[in-house]
């Protein structure tokens, strides 16, 4: 598959209160570089008191929109924003639905996506499939996640691990002045069988006289077993994408990854040939982002002039469902 496109503009969010895993480590009377030695993870990045998931995914796609020289009046029926989000401000409407009022985007055309770390994948693939038929002109690809609140913080095995975040990137078929953008390949796949490695259950509803109050288990994940089916999985994904583009280890320029340790992306990357530096790591400062990892190394890249004329970037995801994918594109 070969889809020309335009990136018309990226943007990204990232929550403002900073948490240093040294001192997350130290209240649990471990050495200050614990968490550290086994993820890479220096600190990473929470919401502080006026922050919510909704407002930093408002804040990434107002700055893809400036980008793109777009306000929200400029927004209608030929667009549709795709939202992937981790933490719920509302039961419904939809997460989409909700950051759209937010944004006042009123005539947008609205589809969230459930699911976590490996989503932005699948909906790249929407987002070319809609362009590529003419159902659209535009689409904005939008993921937020803020998880900390679920996250138990005397389990060891995600303690340290994750942060709050938000990215965007908008996509065109037709030439507004942005980046031209050719997908190359994608690939992605869902083993539903290992859905169990990675859980935040609902336990129970109990109704109140003004409301009902959920009982939620906080996440917890089989970290090892996580890891291992993940060094099984998503190198094939990796290679069968590459092998669709044409593509060799030694054409890629940039890999841009989900973060969900420094360490266990060191390991993939060297199983399959990559180079420490076309790997950015800016999980060992924000901490795994889920959903919005990938498009805020995407924007990260940008801004930072990594993707320039002719960059051949690898995209990849991976998370618990269990759900992988990767897309070739090409600037």
């Not at 990232?14 to 600190?43: C, H, K, M, Y």
């Not at 987002?127 to 389990?155: H, K, Q, Y």
């Not at 078929?173 to 031209?180: F, I, L």
Request: with cysteine.
């Amino acid at each position: 598959m070969k889809t020309a496109l335009e990136l018309s503009g990226t943007g990204h969010a990232i929550g403002s209160r900073i948490i240093r895993n040294a001192d997350v480590a130290t209240s649990l009377g471990l050495p200050q570089d614990w968490f550290q030695r086994r993820t890479g993870i220096v600190e990473r990045r929470a919401t502080d008191a006026h922050e919510t998931v909704v407002t930093l995914a408002g804040e990434a796609v107002t700055t893809a929109l400036k980008e793109a020289r777009l306000g929200p009046d400029d927004i209608g029926h030929e667009t549709v924003l795709l939202h992937i989000q981790n933490g719920p401000t509302h039961l419904t409407p939809s997460a989409g639905a909700v950051l759209s009022g937010h944004l006042g985007l009123k005539r947008v055309r609205v589809l969230g996506i459930d699911g976590a770390c490996a989503e932005p994948v699948a909906a790249l693939e929407i987002a070319e499939t809609l362009l590529a038929m003419g159902r659209c002109r535009r689409v904005i690809l939008s993921a937020a996640a803020d998880f900390l609140w679920a996250v138990d913080p005397n389990d060891l095995g995600t303690a340290g691990l994750f942060g709050a975040g938000a990215g965007a990137a908008i996509l065109s078929a037709e030439s507004t002045q942005g980046t031209p953008l050719a997908i190359r390949a994608i690939h992605w796949e869902t083993h539903s069988d290992q859905w169990q490695l990675g859980v935040a259950p609902i336990h129970a509803k109990h109704p109140e006289d003004s409301a009902v109050r959920l009982e939620v288990g906080y996440y917890t994940m089989q970290g090892m077993a996580l890891a291992r089916f993940g060094k099984s999985t998503v190198p094939g994904v990796i290679r069968a994408t590459m092998k669709e583009a044409g593509w060799q280890p030694q054409d890629v320029d940039l890999v841009l990854a989900h973060q969900p340790n420094v360490r266990l992306l060191t390991m993939v990357s060297r199983e399959l040939g990559f180079p420490a530096s076309a790997v950015p790591t800016p999980v060992s400062h924000l901490g795994n982002m889920g959903p919005a990892s990938l498009l805020v190394n995407l924007s990260l890249a940008r801004h930072e002039g990594r993707m320039p004329p002719g960059t051949k970037a690898l995209l990849t995801t991976f998370g618990v469902g269990f759900a992988c994918g990767a897309a070739a594109i090409e600037t």
